[in-house]
C-alpha cells in the first residue's frame, strides 16, 4: 500500500515538473513592466530578465535607481521614473508603456513595488502609517493593475503580485499585513474574472529576505522611534520588558533574512516564461516549510508558536 502511494506521490511531482518546464516561445518580444526596480528583487527581476532577452520596462521610484539600473544592463531596458501613490504617475507610466508595446499589449505586469515604513505592535502605529503602507502596498498595486489591465488582456499575459508570508499569517506589522492580505483577495478575485481572457495571475509569497526593506539597523532605529513616540499610558500598559522581548524577537527574524533573492526572481521569472505558471509560489525555505504549513494549523497553536518567546506585557488587566 505504501508503495502504490509513493508511486502515486512520484508521480505526481514528475508530471508538475514536466508541466512546469514548458517554456513560453518568443520571449524577445515580450514586454514586461515592473514597479519598484530601485533596489531588492525588481532590481534583480530586471537585470535576470533583461539576460534571457525579454523587453524590460523598469518602473523606478527615483532618477538615480534608475540610472544605475540602466549603467548594469542592455539598451533593451528601459525605464520610467513611477510613483505608485500618485494618480498622474501612474497615468503617465500607463501611456509611456502603450507607446512602446503598440498593438502585441503588454506580456507581463510585475506589481513588485512596496514598503514597511514603521514596525511595532498595532497599537503603537498611528493612522498615517496605516495609510501610508496600504496607499503603497494595496491601492498603488490596484490603480496600477486596473491601468495596465487593457494592455495585458490584449497580451493575453501575466500579472504577478508580490504578497508576502504575512498575506498568509498575520503575526507582525498589522498595516503591512492587511495591505499584503488585500493583495492575496484582489489577485484571487482577478485570476477567477480574467480566465476566460487568457490572462494568468500569479501571486508571490516571500518569506524573510535580506534587501532595503529589512535593513535590521533601519529596523531597529524604526522601532526604537515608534516606542519612543508611543504614547506614556500606552506605554505603561505594555511596559519596557514587553518592548524588549518583541523587539528581540523580530529582530532575530530580521537576522536570519536570507540573501539569495534569486529564490523571490526565480518564481517571479517562472511566473512570466512557464506555459503553466503556479498560481502561488512560496519563496523561501522559510515561507514553504515554516510560515505555510504554520497556516494551516489550529489557530491557537499557532498563536503560541509565534508568541511564546514575548514577555507579559506589564499591565495585564
Ligand atoms: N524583503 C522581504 O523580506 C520581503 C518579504 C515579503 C515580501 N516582500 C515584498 O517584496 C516587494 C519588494 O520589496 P523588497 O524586499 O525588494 O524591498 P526594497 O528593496 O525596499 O524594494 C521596494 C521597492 O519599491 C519601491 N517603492 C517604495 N515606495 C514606492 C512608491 N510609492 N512607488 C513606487 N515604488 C516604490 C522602492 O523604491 P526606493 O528604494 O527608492 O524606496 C524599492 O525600489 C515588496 O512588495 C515587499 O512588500 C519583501
Known amino acids: 500500500m505504501w508503495l502504490y502511494l509513493a508511486v502515486l506521490v512520484g508521480l505526481y511531482y514528475l508530471l508538475r515538473w514536466y508541466r512546469e518546464r514548458q517554456v513560453v516561445s518568443h520571449l524577445q518580444d515580450k514586454f514586461v513592466f515592473i514597479t519598484g526596480c530601485d533596489s531588492g528583487f525588481g532590481n534583480l527581476l530586471a537585470r535576470q530578465l533583461d539576460l534571457r532577452g525579454l523587453r524590460v520596462l523598469a518602473a523606478c521610484l527615483t532618477e538615480q535607481g534608475a540610472e544605475l539600473l540602466r549603467n548594469q544592463t542592455s539598451d533593451r531596458l528601459e525605464t520610467v521614473i513611477l510613483d505608485v501613490t500618485k494618480t498622474e504617475s501612474i497615468a503617465a507610466a500607463a501611456e509611456w508603456v502603450k507607446e512602446r508595446v503598440g498593438d502585441r499589449g503588454l506580456w507581463g505586469l510585475v506589481n513588485n513595488a512596496g514598503t514597511f515604513p514603521r514596525h511595532g505592535c498595532t497599537e503603537w502605529l498611528k493612522i498615517k502609517t496605516y495609510m501610508n503602507t496600504l496607499q503603497v502596498n494595496l491601492i498603488g498595486l490596484i490603480e496600477v493593475t486596473l491601468s495596465m489591465l487593457p494592455l495585458v488582456r490584449r497580451a493575453r499575459g501575466r500579472i504577478v503580485n508580490v504578497s508576502s508570508i504575512l498575506g498568509r499569517i498575520a503575526f507582525f506589522g498589522a498595516g503591512y499585513s492587511c495591505s499584503k492580505y488585500g493583495v492575496e483577495a484582489f489577485s484571487d478575485i482577478l485570476r477567477r474574472e480574467l480566465q476566460h481572457f487568457g490572462v494568468k495571475i500569479s501571486i508571490i509569497e516571500p518569506g524573510y529576505f535580506r534587501t532595503v526593506m529589512t535593513d535590521v539597523q533601519k529596523f531597529s532605529e524604526t522601532m526604537k522611534q515608534v516606542w519612543k513616540e508611543v504614547p506614556a499610558h500606552i506605554k505603561e500598559s505594555y511596559g519596557q520588558k514587553f518592548f524588549d522581548s518583541y523587539f528581540d524577537d523580530m529582530k532575530q527574524g530580521i537576522l536570519n533574512c536570507s540573501t539569495n533573492l534569486n529564490l523571490v526572481t526565480d518564481c517571479m521569472e517562472h511566473a512570466l516564461t512557464s506555459v503553466h505558471p503556479r498560481t502561488r509560489y512560496s519563496a523561501g525555505w522559510?515561507?514553504?516549510?515554516?510560515?505555510?504549513?504554520?497556516?494551516?494549523?489550529?489557530?491557537?497553536?499557532?498563536?503560541?508558536?509565534?508568541?511564546?518567546?514575548?514577555?507579559?506585557?506589564a499591565q495585564v488587566v
Open 286 to 313: 522559510d515561507s514553504q516549510f515554516f510560515f505555510i504549513p504554520l497556516s494551516y494549523l489550529p489557530t491557537s497553536l499557532a498563536d503560541y508558536i509565534l508568541t511564546r518567546s514575548w514577555s507579559k506585557p
